[in-house]
T-cell receptor, first 110, second 113 residues
Framework: GQQLNQSPQSMFIQEGEDVSMNCTSS?????WLWYKQDPGEGPVLLIA?????ELTSNGRLTAQFGITRKDSFLNISASIPSDVGIYFC??????????FGAGTTVTVRA | NAGVMQNPRHLVRRRGQEARLRCSPM?????VYWYRQLPEEGLKFMVY????????ESGMPKERFSAEFPKEGPSILRIQQVVRGDSAAYFC???????????FGPGTRLTVL
């Protein structure tokens, strides 16, 4: 399957900070998706992107579908404690088979 | 509207036993997908089913693993003669049509002793 590289692997946030993470692929995708997973739970869809260059927001979250169709980024503005969790990017070339990155773990800085 | 339901949430099996994982899709969804997640890794696609049909099982090991989605009742992922390497979280997702916009259940965490 497609190889997705997600970075950073982990990050520490302080409340109020802006957070940025990205995902790159060895091949193109037609759809990029961003999920958040809390411990012991399943992934929850945050944002879906369907067109190269598309920039989409969902509250404090903003994501972009890269022009090359091989990358995407997710920004979280003014982070709050409940933003901690694991964020996964996923790409799809056909209509249903998702390829996931390894995740970015977001933790609150003590 | 209830989300995707999976049971059991946790399952412990000894090597050689069978594991049966159940998934009830969201109401109105007839497309089901199973993914496996190893510790500290992303989810890996296993199989895609519609009612009574396996559409794509390219991600599922050819031996010991099988999946079904009968006309009535939940989708079942069955693992026969489990080995330690089968220990993982297994997630089911559903959608109303064949699409990449999938809604995930809470997962079943399988531990093989």
């Amino acid at each position: 399957g497609q190889q997705l590289n997600q970075s950073p692997q982990s990050m520490f946030i302080q409340e109020g900070e802006d957070v940025s993470m990205n995902c790159t692929s060895s091949s193109i995708f037609n759809t990029w998706l961003w999920y958040k997973q809390d411990p012991g739970e399943g992934p929850v869809l945050l944002i879906a992107l369907y067109k190269a260059g598309e920039l989409t927001s969902n509250g404090r979250l903003t994501a972009q579908f890269g022009i090359t169709r091989k990358d995407s980024f997710l920004n979280i503005s003014a982070s709050i404690p409940s933003d901690v969790g694991i964020y996964f990017c996923a790409g799809s070339l056909n209509d249903y088979k998702l390829s996931f990155g390894a995740g970015t773990t977001v933790t609150v800085r003590a | 509207n209830a989300g995707v339901m999976q049971n059991p949430r946790h399952l412990v099996r000894r090597r050689g036993q069978e594991a049966r994982l159940r998934c009830s899709p969201m109401k109105g969804h007839s497309h089901v997908y199973w993914y496996r997640q190893l510790p500290e890794e992303g989810l890996k696609f296993m199989v895609y089913l519609q009612k009574e049909n396996i559409i794509d099982e390219s991600g599922m090991p050819k031996e010991r693993f099988s999946a079904e989605f009968p006309k009535e009742g939940p989708s079942i992922l069955r693992i026969q003669q489990v080995v330690r390497g089968d220990s993982a979280a297994y997630f089911c997702a559903s959608s109303p049509e064949a699409t990449d916009t999938q809604y995930f259940g809470p997962g079943t965490r399988l531990t093989v002793l």
